[in-house]
């Protein structure tokens, strides 16, 4: 099962995570096999707003002690986490993006609603997109949202991706590709 889990940061948590970096690093290392995406979150301007992780884990519970378990958690950097499973519709982690990491703003896009699911599928034009998935309830039954990490000029242009007036919130994050260098 995949999940997408983004951990969003606590203000003024960034010392505390600064002296955490080995220790999240090595607990990410764990994970490695199943990880099809990861890095942190930013403004638009460049201050650190989170972490996000996209992984493949055994079932609901082993999500839960991924994402509560994890160092900066334990410690108070976060000050909430988004855990939601997801569907890996383009079947590549970020690895095989052929963009690479380099070259061009890449971004987060969170779409969160209910009903109706919507963008199941990855728009025609996909070569921006690193990674493309539909948000889902624990039990994988309901559409709770649609995330896509890609390539893109600006934030307006990534917001793009999604269906416009389809969701209750859409959220555009920076990112970049993350983990050991």
Request: with cysteine.
């Amino acid at each position: 099962m995949e999940f997408l889990c983004h951990h969003r940061d606590r203000p003024g948590s960034l010392p505390l995570r600064e002296d955490l970096l080995e220790a999240h690093w090595s607990y990410m290392d764990r994970y490695a096999a199943g990880m099809i995406a990861r890095g942190p979150t930013f403004t638009h301007d460049g201050a650190l707003t989170g972490s996000l992780h996209v992984v493949d884990l055994p079932d609901v519970a082993a999500a839960r002690a991924f994402a509560f378990d994890e160092p900066n958690h334990q410690a108070g950097v976060y000050r909430d986490v988004l855990l939601r499973r997801w569907r890996n519709t383009l079947g590549r982690t970020m690895w095989d993006f052929p963009g690479g990491p380099e070259g061009g703003p890449r971004h987060l896009v969170l779409g969160l609603g209910a009903g109706e699911p919507a963008d199941l599928a990855p728009p025609a034009a996909r070569d921006e997109l690193i990674a493309y998935g539909p948000l889902l309830s624990d039990d994988g039954t309901a559409w709770l949202g649609t995330a896509a990490l890609l390539r893109a000029p600006d934030p307006e242009a990534a917001r793009a991706v999604l269906t416009r007036d389809r969701y209750d919130a859409v959220e555009v994050h920076a990112w970049e590709f993350g983990g050991r260098r």
